[in-house]
C-alpha cells in the first residue's frame, strides 16, 4: 500500500458521527468553489481597498484554469475509484482527483486576503486547511492532490497580488 493510502485509512480510524457531519459540511464550502466566489464578490463590493477583491478574484480565476488543464492531463483516480472499501460520507466525485480544485480554491482566496490582512486572511486559511483536510477525510482526494492544490492556489494568489497592484497603480495613474 503506497504511503498515501496508509494516511487515507489512517484518517479512516478516527471517523465519529460529529467528525463525519462536520467534515461534510465543511467540504461544502469548497463545491465549485461559490462560497470564495460569493465572498470575492462581498469583498469587491464592501472592501475600502478594492486590491484585495481584485486578487481574489485573479487567483481564483487562475487557480481554475490551472486546475482544470492540470487535471485533464494528469487524469489520476481518485482513492475512492481505487478502494472501494470506504464507505463514502458523500457523492463521489466524477472528475479526475489531482490536483484538487477544493484546496486550490480555498488556498487562492485565502492567501489573497492574507497578503492584505493578517487577521482575517488567518481565519480563511484556517477553513481553507479544514476543507483541504476534508477532502482527504472524506476520501476522495490523495495527500498529494490536497498539496499540489493549496501549492497552486497559495502560488496564483502571489501572482495575482502582483499584477492587482499593478493594475491599481495604472488605474491610479490615469493609465
Partial sequence: MSWEFKILHALQTIHTPLLDGFFK???????????????TILILIFAKDKRIGVTCGLALSGEALI?????????????CWIDHSVDMLIRIPKDYSFPSGHSGASFAV???????????????????????????YLFVHFPTDVLAGMAIGTAAAFVAKRVAGTRVRRSEAGV
Fill in 25 to 39: 459540511f465543511i467540504t461544502r464550502f469548497g463545491d465549485g468553489g461559490i462560497f470564495w466566489i460569493a465572498l
Fill in 67 to 79: 486546475i482544470f488543464i492540470v487535471k485533464n492531463i494528469v487524469q489520476r483516480p481518485r482513492p
Fill in 110 to 136: 485565502a492567501v489573497s486576503i492574507f497578503l492584505y490582512n493578517k487577521k482575517y486572511g488567518a481565519c480563511a486559511l484556517v477553513l481553507a486547511s479544514l476543507i483541504a483536510l476534508s477532502r482527504m
